[in-house]
């Protein structure tokens, strides 16, 4: 059983910065690509980032690109997603996610693609 535990969300001012954090169970982490979504009240659940298994390959969402990194750390079984230049927009519960035996540099941006998930954490941006 894969588990996936996200942390560092919480309140900040626009303008600031968080990082997030996701921590997996299991020995799929590093064959697999990552990704981190998001989902506000009332709407569909969006890709934010994704990484493939190596972290050489990465790929963002519009509305996050230039001011997002996504990275990860296969020897902790962690992925991370530095957020920069937060705007209220982006509140949100984010997700971490797994892409199992993903190979190669594609990431996946459809969340119905992705096998695991975790629980979420809140980022709620103030103006």
């Known amino acids: 059983q894969v588990q996936l535990v996200e942390s560092g969300g919480g309140l900040v001012q626009a303008g600031g910065s968080l990082r997030l954090s996701c921590v997996a169970s299991g020995r799929i982490f590093s064959n697999s690509a990552m990704g981190w979504f998001r989902q506000a009240p009332g709407k569909e659940r969006e890709f934010v980032a994704g990484?493939?298994?190596?972290?050489?390959?990465?790929s963002y969402g519009d509305s996050v690109k230039g001011r997002f990194t996504i990275s990860r750390d296969n020897a902790k079984n962690s992925v991370y997603l530095q957020m920069n230049s937060l705007n209220p927009e982006d509140t949100a519960v984010y997700y971490c996610a797994v892409d199992e035996g993903r190979s190669g540099t594609y990431i996946d941006r459809t969340p119905d693609t992705y096998d695991y998930w975790g629980q979420g954490t809140q980022v709620t941006v103030s103006s």
């Open positions: 990484i493939n298994r190596s972290g050489g390959f990465k």
